[in-house]
Nanobody
Framework: QVQVEESGGGLVQPGESLRLSCTAS????????MAWFRQAPGKEREFVAR????????NLSDSVKGRFTISRDAAKNTAYLHMDSLEPEDTAVYYC???????????????WGQGTQVTVSS
């Protein structure tokens, strides 16, 4: 079993920054890729970013490139999503996902966290 837990969400104003954390526990040797998805009200869950175990492979969605970065501490089985220049359109529940070879789709990941709310509003 693998457990995934996010933290760090909250309410911020436009232009501010926030860092989300995601920690995996349990059978973490089965995890190679960790990723972030988000789901806004009334919309489908969408890919935001993913990172390989050693950080050698990083992908970001076009909507967050230049504003968000993803990093990982493999020793701590923790991934981080650094979000700068936040916009109201970034408001969503952010989910962390983990799997051996996760891709860009929701169905590529078996292990999910419960999600953390990020609200960007003045």
């Amino acid at each position: 079993q693998v457990q995934v837990e996010e933290s760090g969400g909250g309410l911020v104003q436009p232009g501010e920054s926030l860092r989300l954390s995601c920690t995996a526990s349990g059978r973490t040797f089965v995890i190679f890729t960790m990723a972030w998805f988000r789901q806004a009200p009334g919309k489908e869950r969408e890919f935001v970013a993913r990172i390989s175990r050693g950080g050698g492979t990083v992908n970001l969605s076009d909507s967050v490139k230049g504003r968000f970065t993803i990093s990982r501490d493999a020793a701590k089985n923790t991934a981080y999503l650094h979000m700068d220049s936040l916009e109201p359109e970034d408001t969503a529940v952010y989910y962390c996902a983990a799997d051996w070879r996760g891709g860009f789709r929701v169905e590529d990941y078996q292990h999910w966290g419960q999600g953390t709310q990020v609200t960007v509003s003045s």
